[in-house]
């Protein structure tokens, strides 16, 4: 079946359907986008994808609405909006197009639809408001598309269409890069683990590069790793702290007090490390210009550290 159209609603429009739209462009990059509530458009059609509008909800017709009294509900009985169905028929075949590895198709999946496809539900049916953002409400994904709306006394087909295809770009260009990253830790995970069991009981932990590392370290239980030290090219290296939360900033231990705010000559001095850099003022990360002095920097983080009882 070659699909020729992809067929929204008209009007103002919304993440759901621009994120609908982002998976839908992907399968079928020939087809048109029709925004229309014309009963000729909506009705399905062994040429068109009918979504967030129709009336009704039949993935054999390829009618995927939300709105109607019988709208499908998830396995705990939470709304679906038109991209969660949308996601649900088609976010493996999506996924598989981006050239996601089949063996991560699945997990991958499940952590899309956990961590953007449910709120982005949860907001188009009004089961979450749009204020538990707080005051960075208007920054929220669904805020930021739906602010290129025409204004009230611009408006019209065209400046709709327009709108919608620049509200298209940044849902894409998001999509894809939400992807890429989840599909980036995967491939970290393995990464990690090795420089884990490469690290034995020391408490700092050495990787080849920069990479997304506090999952697996609190997935392994590693509690004993205070420490990160990664190449940072150019001959620099740099040492950070671990998050004791990830949605914080506290870590489970600050790199030494005497260093805070120091560079160059001064933090060679206060640390007594030749070729240390740099040390930010929060004590979260500092830098050095050798492995060798970025080495004895995490080694001297980790004695203070543990004199104080961690």
């Not at 295809?165 to 890069?177: C, S, Y």
Request: proline share 6%.
């Amino acid at each position: 079946m070659t699909i020729d159209y992809l067929v929204t609603h008209s009007g103002g429009f919304h993440a759901d359907e621009l994120l609908s739209s982002v998976i839908l462009t992907r399968l079928h990059p020939a087809a048109r986008i029709q925004r229309s509530r014309d009963i000729a458009w909506i009705t399905p059609g062994p040429d068109r994808i009918v979504y967030d509008v129709g009336g009704g909800f039949d993935p054999d017709r390829n009618l995927f609405d939300h709105h109607q009294r019988d709208a499908p509900l998830r396995d705990d009985g939470q709304p679906f909006s038109s991209f969660g169905l949308i996601w649900r028929q088609f976010g493996r075949d999506y996924l598989a197009a981006l050239d996601v590895p089949a063996a991560e198709i699945e997990t991958i999946h499940a952590k899309f639809d956990a961590g953007v496809v449910l709120p982005i539900d949860q907001l188009d049916n009004g089961a979450i408001a749009p204020s538990v953002a707080g005051p960075l409400s208007s920054l929220t994904l669904p805020a930021i598309l739906e602010s290129l709306r025409p204004v009230f006394d611009k408006g019209g087909p065209e400046a709709e269409m327009e709108g919608f295809h620049a509200a298209l770009g940044i849902a894409r260009a998001f999509v894809e890069a939400r992807i890429a990253r989840s599909a980036a830790s995967l491939r970290a995970d393995g990464m990690v683990m090795a420089a884990i069991a490469a690290a034995g009981d020391g408490r700092i932990l050495e990787l080849p590069m920069g990479m997304p590392f506090r999952p697996a370290v609190v997935r392994a239980g590693a509690d004993r790793l205070l420490f990160v030290i990664t190449p940072r090219g150019e001959g620099d290296w740099t040492l950070g702290g671990i998050q004791t939360h990830a949605d914080g900033f506290d870590l489970r231990a600050d790199l030494p007090a005497a260093w805070a705010g120091l560079t160059g000559a001064a933090l060679e001095q206060a640390s007594g490390i030749p070729g240390a850099k740099f040390c930010h003022n929060g004590r979260f990360i500092a830098a050095a210009s050798s492995y060798t002095a970025i080495r004895a920097m995490a080694e001297a983080a980790v004695r203070e550290a543990e004199a104080s009882g961690l």
